[in-house]
């Protein structure tokens, strides 16, 4: 009969011998779920994600400014209401300088006119207005309403001319519009900044 202690001895060498087989099984498994890694392959798409990445940024910024271009343009094309004028008077268009095609007044030529205006009170005045008088106004006397000054530009309105009111509001509406390829370009910019700071 064996002693106990050769029984222990015995029961301990099978424990280890299993437990041995099991690390062995645990490790082939490992090795079965992961891959080589020099055996594996990296497929890149043509062209990059960074081109694309790239294209899609400028492409929604030129959307966005491109937007706000028509906006500003539609405003100002709905022009001024001469009912809104402070004071009157008769404006002499000495010369003019054809401004555009993209500008800060929107797409499109629009001409910068010199006008002389005596006022209804009598004073004289010598303005640069854009985007109020044309080159056909050269010589001719037009009235004009003075609706103060906005920044250093005089703000005038032509007593012929008819405002477009829903000309404003489409532009407003294409502005507001416009804000949402701007946050899009913002966050993505923030986005492209942070990415390269890693």
Known sequence: MESQDDRIAKRL???????????????????AAEPD????????RPGGGALRSAGFLISVVLLAAGMLGVAVTF????????????R??????????????ISNRGFGYWD???????????????ATVGAIFTR?????????????KYRTSEQLARDDASPRPWL?????????LAFLPA???IFLIRALLRFRRR
């Open 13 to 31: 060498a099978e424990i280890g011998e299993q437990d041995e087989a099991l690390r062995r099984e645990s490790a082939e498994r490992r090795a």
């Open 37 to 44: 890694p020099a055996a594996q392959v990296v497929r890149r």
């Open 75 to 86: 405003t100002r094309l709905a022009g001024k209401d001469f009912a809104d004028a402070e």
């Open 88 to 101: 009157t008077g008769q404006a002499a268009v000495t010369s003019c300088d054809q401004r555009g095609p």
């Open 112 to 126: 910068s006119c010199v006008a002389t205006i005596t006022w209804d009170d009598g004073q004289v005045s010598r």
């Open 136 to 148: 056909a106004d050269v010589g001719n006397s037009v009235r004009v309403g003075d609706l103060g």
């Open 168 to 176: 404003a509001w489409i532009g407003y509406l294409i502005a507001v």
């Open 183 to 185: 946050i899009i370009a």
